[in-house]
Each structure stands twice: as structure tokens, then as C-alpha cells.
């Protein structure tokens, strides 16, 4: 049903079989391996990673990234994207080695895949309540209706339309354009923090002499594989 590859490295196919009696996945890989085996050893050792396709995308994508285990996958129908949340100890498996299982997995189902360990996910959703419950005019109760209705933060709020906001019970139109103009001043705000304290940091960090070591820097527990 597809392939993606990175040549002499790894490789990630998905199969499906028209007959309910046939495990696809068991048929290319043969008694004990023996047919997936002959395939690697004429690929010069190149890694195969045989799953089953399915209809269902979310489905798909989880059985791209085996063998990590998948807490929640969110979907973004419109820019073909997922948002997929595993346990903090499946992240790197997950992830792989530089990326490459989720790379390869967002290639074989055609979706871009951002995969986020539950902890990060937990800190991020807080946060933009937390950004919603600042919004003026925005009470706890007002905050709970929109996070219900899908709108996690103040940048989700200044991306919406009037229309999409009045279906929310307590908000008219006047109400509404008045939360999109003050989500849009809040969104100006933080990137206007963000850039200042990435130039304070670039200051710094000329300030410091040269020095015969270099620090590790610990990985990101999140990453973004692009559709290529």
C-alpha cells in the first residue's frame, strides 16, 4: 500500500491483504523471517519495517510509529497534521534514532507528524489555558466552554472567525471580534517577549570567552517530521 525509505539505512512498507484469512504482515515475513531476510540481505543489511495499512489515518500512523506506544493522536484535518502524544519512556522510540522512525512514518502515510511526550503535552495545554483565562473579559467558566469547543488557546482564539466563536453560548459577534482583537494583542506580546529574550540570550552568549569545551545540550523531547 506504500514504501518510504532511507536507502541502505531503514525502510518502512505497509501491506494489506483482501482475504480476512491472510495476516499480510506474516505473509512478507515469512516462517521465521526467511522472506523479510532474503529482501535485507539483498539491500545490504538495510532494516525493514513491515506494518499493517488501515484505513483509519490515525490508526495508520500509530502502527507507522510501532513499536512506541500512542497515549492520544490529534488531527488537523485541514493541514493534514498530526498531533501525536506517547508516554515520556516511548518518546525516543518513537522518535528514533535523529528522528528517522518518525520521519519515515510521516513519508509512508502522507501526514506531518509532531510527537510530543505526554508530560510536554500536559505543560503546553496548561499553558494555553492559562493564556485564555488572561484574555479580558474571559472567566473560568467562559474558558471551559471554549477549550470544549476545541479552542486550547489565546493563538487558537486570534486564529478563529467571528462566525466560529458566536456558536459559543455568552459570546455575540460585538463579543467575539473583541476577544479575536485582544487573542491577536496577546499573540503580538509573547512573540515580541520571545524575540527580545532570544536577542538578551544572543548578547550573552558573545559575552562569554571562548572556552575548550562544549556543552551538551540536552534533546528536545519533542520533534516535527516533515512531509518530503
Not at 23 to 38: I, L
Request: aromatic letters at 4%; hydrophobic letters at 40%; charged letters at 25%.
Amino acid at each position: 500500500m506504500g514504501a518510504s525509505r532511507e536507502p541502505g539505512i531503514r525502510a518502512k512498507i505497509a501491506v494489506a491483504s483482501n482475504n480476512s484469512d491472510i495476516d499480510p504482515v506474516g505473509a512478507c515475513v515469512g516462517m521465521k523471517g526467511s522472506r523479510v531476510q532474503n529482501v535485507v540481505q539483498e539491500l545490504r543489511g538495510e532494516k525493514i519495517d513491515i506494518i499493517s495499512w488501515h484505513i483509519d489515518a490515525a490508526k495508520f500512523v500509530c502502527n507507522a510509529l510501532a513499536p512506541a506506544e500512542i497515549s492520544r493522536v490529534i488531527i488537523d484535518e485541514e493541514n493534514s497534521s498530526m498531533e501525536v502524544i506517547v508516554p515520556d519512556e516511548f518518546l525516543s522510540i518513537a522518535i528514533g534514532k535523529r528522528g528517522q522512525n518518525v520521519r519515515l512514518a510521516s513519508k509512508l502515510t502522507g501526514w506531518h507528524l509532531d510527537v510530543k511526550s505526554e508530560s510536554r503535552y500536559s505543560e503546553t495545554m496548561q499553558s494555553g489555558y492559562e493564556s485564555l483565562v488572561a484574555l479580558p473579559g474571559i472567566g473560568i467558566s467562559m474558558a471551559d466552554a471554549l477549550y470544549e469547543k476545541g479552542f486550547f488557546s489565546a493563538e487558537e482564539i486570534s486564529k478563529a472567525s467571528i462566525e466560529d466563536l458566536i456558536q459559543i453560548r455568552g459570546i455575540g459577534e460585538e463579543k467575539a471580534a473583541k476577544l479575536i482583537a485582544a487573542a491577536n494583542e496577546a499573540v503580538a506580546n509573547t512573540v515580541q517577549l520571545q524575540e527580545t529574550a532570544t536577542e538578551a540570550e544572543a548578547e550573552t552568549s558573545d559575552d562569554i570567552p571562548d572556552r575548550d569545551w562544549v556543552e551538551q545540550v540536552p534533546p528536545e523531547d519533542s520533534i516535527e517530521a516533515e512531509n518530503q
